[in-house]
């Protein structure tokens, strides 16, 4: 990392750079907000339950007046847009906290104006951030999954396979063994077969490794559609006892599940909760903190340099590729052991791909992926909620809103986001 | 994702957009790995792919399982039992796909004609495919250009009426332009900002599945209806069927044929192909050689997403008749395969997307006859792939035989 940003600070202070994208795409976005949410704010207040009635600690309704509000978010955007401008023009670029403020401010006064819009004006929050967990968690192990392979420089477009993978395994193994560590446990190892292959046709036989996640990605669906209608859907004495996988139970931690919102989203998990939450954190800190981190890292920027100085190139991707596939498996466990209580053909429903997006829009960063998989998640849950409320915006739009913001993060509209040097770059030595 | 900003700031001096700075070997690299080897190598994999889905059928098969359970009494009974199974599928696969004489219907007899119907729009977008690889672009986007093809085609299908052929004619060349606008924005992009056109055209599939959802809630929604799905196309408006009302082969089918030799045509003698390969064996050299490397990528990313945006077309006026938010279906997937299994050549394309017509066609008889899921053919399409992209492997195996009956003939 240390060596790209130092690359990319001098190109960008010698040569002065400028680009007009992130200032004009802020501009853009403050105008939408200021007709939007100002001018066409919706009228009355629109509430935010933050307590369910069981709660201890009772925390009274958030209320905000929608219109109000609006104008309030988007005046700030504005002024962050026309700060922008002015970055740009002096420095360059707009700071980094500009953009993510804007970011952060944007979003809020869009759910008030969603919510503001619909009949009720009202909406549970624990509701939305619970049900949100439901889809950010398989998205964060998928995107763990795509950091650790990508950052070593291989390419994974086979998340939504190995979640799959590891989904129809969890379900397969914990109902012939009734017990759901033993299916979590088949998960991972599927996974990382899915990676094993990933790894031996993209790193020994040299194939290019889009094409390879591409195709795993259909083989993995093949697979499981196929022994599920073999063996899941048969029936044992009137029962289809292969796909009755135990359950993971909740685990809330005393005290720090009794916060309100937070409590329920984050400590009121099952075991993948946590440890979706430690794994995060433990690779964040392994890839910038340790020296494994340093040399993953060189090898995903300038494999040569690594192997000069006598980094094992092509086992260090193997490695890495083999312990995403193990992240992303368990990932694909908590669908069948958590979410939902029976494998159903091809459940991953394209959230690997999702995965994929939160990846690239947290920027090859563990820290910043988790935090795009929960945006994500609570959009997905808000589109699901908003679906029965009668909304301003139609749920699907919603649903394209990761999609779009990948697309924009790509192209370099606001922030660059850039991959690993090497990514997707075999590396032949010679 | 090399592609998405130039790695190579020591080699390139100023940070251009990367289009015209884009690494080289990629694309030259997915070239080369498609074009080399042997047609014989695609044959082995097709084989040892069928091979691997029938172990895979018989272990799986009940009457297998059941004489695996007093093997050593009765070891013969295993393999008659295997044997059982899997030319029973396969036997199913074949008639279904090809010439079934014991089926009650005429369509159920000659299944070489729902073949090519399935076939139709593999062909259409997999050449799609083919032709961005050719360019050194990875068109993963078929499945969103197909949606945005029947979405338009749709709109002109059974919202307007036209006279005869006039309308037919109006459907294609909207089909064709809804494709080639959802192409586009992943050619722009990779042009002038240097998005990888990969991950730009798996977000836009994403984009084009919920707003295909969207209109069929609203503008384009059957009136009366409750389900997302449209009004069905107007008689004007569909390909008229080649063989009489008892089969479903339509003319979509000549306009593919018509496809592959226009795409052959474009590849091998015009310059704008010329230009495409050019660019797909080395951006770096065809920009010095004067070629306008951005505008290559816009205009090969027009013409792929044209190309999916007609097997859209086909889908719609020849085979649903009309819009649903699953009209896609598998095809965008299924035509990355076929393009690789046919080599990234128009013609190979043609042969890969007869192959898999006939896999679909025969798939679902194997399923309805011999009690073998369809996913099966997932299973084998994608083996095959995974082998031909993987010469090495392939000659591996067979070298490791041929090695040993060497030896046993010494």
């Not at chain 1, 002015?86 to 006064?109: C, D, E, H, S, Y």
């Not at chain 2, 089918?253 to 230009?275: K, N």
């Not at chain 2, 008749?321 to 190979?348: C, E, H, M, Q, Y």
Request: proline content about 5%; glycine content about 12%.
């Amino acid at each position: 990392m240390s060596a790209a940003t130092l690359q990319e600070s001098l190109t960008t202070d010698r040569l002065a750079v400028r680009s007009w994208r992130p200032p004009i795409i802020l501009g853009v976005l403050a105008l939408f907000a200021i007709v939007v949410f100002g001018i066409l704010g919706p009228g009355g207040n629109a509430t935010f339950r933050l307590s369910q009635d069981g709660d201890a600690w009772q925390v009274p309704n958030l209320v905000v007046p929608a219109q109000g509000f609006g104008w309030f978010a988007a005046l700030i955007c504005a002024a962050l847009a026309v700060q922008a401008y002015l970055q740009t023009k002096n420095v360059g670029r707009p700071a980094k906290w500009v953009t993510m403020t804007f970011t952060v401010v944007f979003v809020i006064g869009l759910l008030v104006w969603i919510i503001g819009g619909t009949k009720t004006q009202n909406i549970t929050v624990v509701g939305l951030f619970t049900g949100a967990m439901l889809i950010t968690t398989p998205l964060v192990f998928g995107s763990l999954s795509g950091v650790l392979c990508e950052r070593s420089g291989v390419v994974n477009i086979a998340i939504e396979g190995q979640l799959l993978a590891g989904a129809f395994t969890a379900a397969l193994v914990s109902s012939m063994t009734g017990n759901a560590f033993a299916g979590l446990f088949a998960a991972a190892l599927a996974g990382v077969l899915v990676s094993f292959l990933l790894a031996v046709f993209s790193i020994k036989y040299v194939v290019n490794q889009i094409i390879v996640g591409v195709v795993l990605n259909v083989l993995v669906s093949g697979l499981t559609g196929f022994l599920f209608e073999k063996i899941m859907k048969t029936k044992v004495n009137g029962a289809t006892i292969f796909n009755q996988p135990a359950h993971l139970p909740d685990l809330p931690i005393p005290l720090l599940s009794e916060i309100p919102v937070l409590g329920p989203t984050f400590f009121r998990q099952s075991i993948l909760g946590y440890l979706m939450i430690v794994l995060v954190i433990a690779i964040w800190f392994g890839l910038f903190r340790t020296r494994w981190g340093l040399r993953v890292r060189a090898v995903g920027e300038h494999p040569k340099a690594a192997d000069t100085v006598g980094i094992n190139v092509n086992r260090t991707r193997f490695l890495n590729v083999l312990a995403g596939g193990a992240v992303a498996g368990i990932g694909g466990a908590y669908f069948t052991l958590v979410a939902v209580s029976s494998f159903s053909k091809d459940m991953t429903g394209g959230l690997g791909f999702i995965a994929l997006a939160a990846l690239i829009f947290g920027r090859w960063n563990p820290i910043g992926a988790a935090l795009a998989a929960l945006l994500f998640g609570v959009a997905g849950n808000l589109q699901s909620i908003l679906s029965l409320a009668g909304t301003p915006i139609d749920g699907q739009f919603l649903a394209m809103l990761p999609y779009a913001l990948t697309i924009l993060a790509v192209s370099g509209f606001v922030g660059k986001s850039r991959a690993p040097a090497a990514d997707g770059e075999p590396y032949v030595k010679g | 994702m090399s592609g998405v900003q130039s790695p190579e700031p020591a080699t390139v001096p100023a940070p251009k957009p990367a289009g015209t700075a884009a690494p080289p070997s990629e694309g030259k690299r997915i070239v080369r790995e498609i074009m080399s080897g042997s047609a014989m190598v695609s044959v082995l994999a097709v084989v040892v792919a069928l091979v691997i889905g029938g172990l895979l059928i018989a272990v799986t098969d009940q009457r297998v399982v059941a004489a695996a359970g007093y093997f050593f009494a009765q070891p013969g009974d295993l393999f008659s039992a295997m044997w059982t199974a899997v030319s029973q599928a396969y036997g199913a696969l074949w008639r279904g796909a090809t010439y079934d004489p014991t089926a009650r219907t005429w369509l159920g007899q000659l299944g070489i004609f729902e073949t090519l119907t399935f076939a139709t729009p593999l062909i259409l977008s997999g050449l799609a495919v083919t032709l961005a690889f050719r360019a050194g672009l990875f068109n993963i986007g078929a499945k969103g250009q197909i949606i945005m093809g029947a979405v338009f085609a749709g709109a002109v299908g059974f919202g307007m009426d036209l006279p005869p052929v006039i309308h037919l004619l109006a459907v294609i060349i909207a089909g064709a332009i809804g494709g080639a606008i959802w192409g586009g924005i992943a050619g722009v992009l990779k042009a002038k900002t240097g998005a990888h056109e990969v991950i730009v055209t798996i977000m836009l599939n994403y984009i084009a599945a919920s707003l295909v959802l969207y209109l069929l809630k609203n503008q384009l929604k059957a009136p009366g209806s409750t389900n997302p799905i449209s009004p069905p196309m107007h008689e004007n408006a569909l390909f008229p069927l080649l063989l009489g009302p008892n089969f479903r082969l339509h003319a979509g089918f000549i306009l593919a044929v018509l496809a592959v030799v226009g795409v052959a045509w474009l590849l091998d003698r015009s310059t704008l192909g010329f230009e495409f390969r050019a660019i797909g064996a080395n951006p770096s050299a065809a920009q010095t050689a004067g070629m306008l490397v951005s505008r290559g990528y816009i205009l090969v990313m027009l013409i792929s997403g044209a190309l999916s945006g007609l097997a859209g077309v086909t889908q719609l006026s020849g085979t649903s008749k009309s819009l649903d938010a699953d009209i896609a279906g598998s095809i965008g997937f299924d035509a990355i395969t076929v393009a690789l299994l046919g080599r990234s050549t128009p013609w190979g394309t043609f042969f890969a997307a007869l192959l898999f017509g006939a896999f679909k066609a025969g798939g679902t008889s194997m399923a309805v006859n011999a009690n073998v899921s369809i996913d099966i053919v997932l299973v084998v399409q994608s083996l095959i792939v995974l082998f031909i992209a993987a010469p090495p492997l392939v000659r591996s195996i067979f070298r490791i035989k041929a090695a040993k009956s060497e030896g046993a003939r010494a």
